[in-house]
């Protein structure tokens, strides 16, 4: 796996090397880049944006967006594995000044600091067989860290049906083999 442009465009990221983390697939990463670039549904420039990572992973969403201009990227993963890669993705490539990494359920927003603080854009990427995707929303609402300029990007699989319009309006909608993404912005 590569970072796919910017400035460390084809820099090699690490992934675990158990099966337990599903890394966003370059294709998928791509177009959700081409889409933010130059879609008039989904308009959002990157560049010195503050971006929310959830269920990071490996950290490919939100070190793509470094490598295209974002002024900061914070990061929330739970599962150990995947941390120690996000981790050392993040030394690799010398973004430490950039990124705060949460090592904490992504439904533990609540319990952070990040009240009030505005993202430009915030990436969702549960676990396919997450059921809690409208409550992690509803969080983003309370907390206020999204307002209606900000972006949100939810990657489900295809099949999943996730009653998210009472939060969100759905600009777009994508499909990418079994993945679904998702742009959003709050109602």
Sequence with gaps: MRVIGGSLKGK??????DKSTRPLRDMVRESIFNI??????????I?????????SGTGSFGIECLSRGAKEVIFFENYL??????????FN????????VYESNAYNL???NLNNKIFDVIFLDPPFK?????????HIRILKIANINTVIIIHRNK???????????????????LSKILFCKLI
Excluded: A, M, Q
Excluded at 12 to 17: G, R, V, Y
């Design 110 to 112: 609540k319990d952070t």
């Design 36 to 45: 933010l670039d130059h879609s008039s549904k989904v308009p959002k420039d």
């Design 81 to 90: 594995n995947s941390i120690k890669v996000l981790k050392k993705n993040i």
């Design 130 to 138: 997450d059921k809690e995707i409208n409550n992690l929303i509803n």
């Design 93 to 100: 490539l010398k973004l430490e000044s950039k990124t705060k």
């Design 159 to 177: 099949k999943s049906v996730d009653n998210i319009s009472r939060f969100l309006n759905v600009l777009d909608e994508k499909n990418y083999g």
């Design 47 to 55: 560049n010195n944006s503050k971006v929310l990572d959830l269920f």
């Design 12 to 17: 090699k990221l690490s992934i675990p090397l």
